[in-house]
């Protein structure tokens, strides 16, 4: 669920311009990614958590959101962006 701090600094250090950038859209992007690959790992076993369910669509809407905004200022960096993170291109 929560993303450790090594695996933030991690992240962090791979999609921002340096080690200090976690409010570069890119960066947060990643970390949302990371959130909600374990809340979709939380949900196959839970499957009746609707709380936790609310909290996943909430985060699948920002992380979309924060895409189709870096998608209008450079779409070749959301190409890459998507492609490293696995995440399918449904961004209008």
């Known amino acids: 669920m929560a993303v450790s701090k090594e695996r933030k600094a991690e992240l962090i250090k791979q999609y921002g311009k340096n080690e200090h950038d976690s ?3 890119e960066v947060q992007v990643a970390l949302l990614t990371e959130r909600i690959k374990g809340l979709t790992a939380h949900m196959k076993t839970h499957q009746k958590d609707y709380h936790t369910r609310r909290g996943l669509l909430m985060l699948v809407g920002k992380r979309r959101r924060l895409l189709g905004y870096i998608k209008n200022k450079d779409v070749e960096n959301y190409r890459s962006l998507i492609k490293n ?3 399918r291109d449904n961004v209008q």
């Open 23 to 25: 409010g570069s859209a």
């Open 85 to 87: 993170l696995g995440i």
